[in-house]
């Protein structure tokens, strides 16, 4: 959910609350007060035009807010988890999953990395993967990342037949490597 709609989510609580509040409150209170602020209302607002004008734009208000509560929850746009080839006997799809491990399994092999982490997204280019790594210390990183940008690039074209547009790599930690004690 983004940010937009957890602010109208938030203001949509806020108000609702209150409501409810004064809904639940009103039996239990002095009458006095209630019919005070019911003759208020009854005097300012419906023996007028704004009446008419403020409960529109209230229930307007509502009305959106309702619709984007109901469709937070309702993805526009679904990303392609598959990519898919037809040949002469049939259609073969090949899984995000499938890439993502590829690009795990090669990235854990290299000397030097200690965790690894990938993402894959399907374009229009090719496939684009996206490894996140943890290296330790006294590796040479920029000679690491080139090596594991190309071997992810060479064995995901060869195994899968899939034209990959790019492999980022990011190192997001260097672990520091821990003495034990004889």
């Keep these: ?9 938030a ?16 039996p239990f209170s002095d009458k006095t007060i209630m ?3 019911l003759d208020y209302i009854d005097v300012t607002f419906y023996r007028s035009n704004q009446y008419d004008a403020m409960l529109f734009v209230f229930g307007i208000v509502f009305l959106a807010l309702n ?3 109901l469709t937070s929850g309702i993805k ?3 990303s392609n988890s ?29 000397n030097g990395v200690k965790d690894a982490k990938s ?7 090719g496939v684009e993967i996206n490894v996140r790594l943890s290296v330790f210390p006294d590796v040479h990183v920029p000679n690491l990342c080139k090596s594991v940008q190309e071997r992810i690039k060479e064995s995901v074209e060869s195994t899968m037949e899939i034209g990959v547009a790019l492999v980022d790599v990011s190192v997001d930690g260097v672990y520091a490597a821990t003495k034990t004690e004889e």
Excluded: Q
């Design 1 to 9: 959910m983004n940010i937009f709609y957890r602010i109208l989510v």
């Design 11 to 26: 203001v949509y609580a806020f108000i609702s609350t209150i409501l409810c509040g004064i809904i639940m409150l009103s």
């Design 35 to 37: 019919a005070a602020v």
């Design 67 to 69: 619709i984007a509560v």
């Design 76 to 78: 526009g746009k679904r």
């Design 82 to 110: 598959y990519y898919c080839t037809n040949n002469e006997t049939g259609m073969i799809r090949i899984s995000a999953n499938s890439i993502e491990n590829i690009a795990l399994g090669l990235s854990k092999r290299f």
């Design 119 to 125: 993402k894959v997204k399907f374009t229009k280019r």
